[in-house]
T-cell receptor
Framework: KAGVTQTPRYLIKTRGQQVTLSCSPI?????VSWYQQTPGQGLQFLFE???????NKGNFPGRFSGRQFSNSRSEMNVSTLELGDSALYLC????????????FGPGTRLTVL | QKEVEQNSGPLSVPEGAIASLNCTYS??????FFWYRQYSGKSPELIMS????GDKEDGRFTAQLNKASQYVSLLIRDSQPSDSATYLC?????????????FGTGTRLQVTL
């Protein structure tokens, strides 16, 4: 069974731009969660989508948004990029949600200049 | 108090020894617990999940859970240099009407020859 895939793997943007990251979950998994990982803050929960609905959201500003499609694929968008948004963005999929085992994709490394 | 606490390490153990990694959590109602391994520059990889009090063994890994003490640990027997990585403890926590996976900051393990 194929694992979680994320595209692109690397991105370089400048302040003020926006970015869209994509995640394809493991086949059959309906829950997709997004995390931001930085050396200083560790892994921080952004949001979770299940059946095209945002089920939970972390403490991030409204510049961070996401969506999920009917095939469970998910995208997250960051608008008006700031230097502090430079991070590894990780997507994780699970069958039903955070109660179940979550499997991570390889991540998207975003650098904001 | 942090929601999920781990000693950041590094924890240094000689090859062949037992490595013991510990984690405490704040939400007494948490029901699912996970250990992830993360190599430098890579995404987290699920090692173990545990849902009930007691021990759960999988190969060289044993997870231990004590809900009364709000404590979960991971033992790695016959430690190998390839086990050198950061180990993340993750706890499913309720946030009102939903739940999310909350991560500790990780313990860096070094297995020495």
């Amino acid at each position: 069974k194929a694992g979680v895939t994320q595209t692109p793997r690397y991105l370089i943007k400048t302040r003020g731009q926006q970015v869209t990251l994509s995640c394809s979950p493991i086949s059959g998994h309906r829950s997709v969660s997004w995390y931001q990982q930085t050396p200083g803050q560790g892994l921080q929960f952004l949001f979770e989508y299940f059946s095209e609905t945002q089920r939970n959201k972390g403490n991030f500003p409204g510049r961070f948004s996401g969506r999920q499609f009917s095939n469970s694929r998910s995208e997250m968008n960051v608008s008006t990029l700031e230097l502090g948004d430079s991070a590894l963005y990780l997507c994780a999929s699970s069958l039903w949600g955070s109660y179940n085992e979550q499997f991570f994709g390889p991540g998207t490394r975003l650098t904001v200049l | 108090q942090k929601e999920v606490e781990q000693n950041s390490g590094p924890l240094s153990v000689p090859e062949g020894a037992i490595a013991s990694l510990n984690c405490t959590y704040s939400d007494r109602g948490s029901q699912s617990f996970f250990w992830y391994r993360q190599y430098s520059g890579k995404s987290p990889e699920l090692i173990m999940s545990i849902y009930s009090n007691g021990d759960k063994e999988d190969g060289r890994f044993t997870a231990q859970l004590n809900k009364a003490s709000q404590y979960v640990s991971l033992l790695i027997r016959d430690s190998q240099p390839s086990d050198s990585a950061t180990y993340l403890c993750a706890v499913n926590m309720n946030t009102g009407t939903a739940s999310k996976l909350t991560f500790g900051t990780g313990t860096r393990l070094q297995v020495t020859l």
